[in-house]
């Protein structure tokens, strides 16, 4: 039997509007399952739908909105343009 695990995920999406970064850490992984991220549907915005493929089978067994833990650190003295 496969052990379960943990992994992060972080992305950092650049466009013409600017920057928008989606961290969300800890993520349990159930051994034997697939994890998918339909990363084009984020909007930049809020949660990305984590859906998970119990025992790798190739059907999607249930989804659920994973939250972005992202937050900004601003070091001082800082300048921001």
């Known amino acids: 039997m496969a052990e379960n ?5 972080n992305i950092s999406r650049v466009g013409t509007s600017g920057e928008t970064t989606f961290l969300h850490k800890n993520i349990l992984v159930n051994g034997g399952a697939t994890h998918y991220f339909d990363f084009g549907a984020w909007d930049g915005q809020g949660d990305i739908e984590l859906c998970t493929d119990i025992g790798s089978n190739g059907t999607i067994d249930q989804c659920a909105p994973l939250s972005n833990q992202f937050t900004w650190t601003i070091f001082l003295p800082a300048i921001l343009r």
Not at 5 to 9: A, D, K, Q, R
């Open 5 to 9: 695990s943990t992994y992060s995920v």
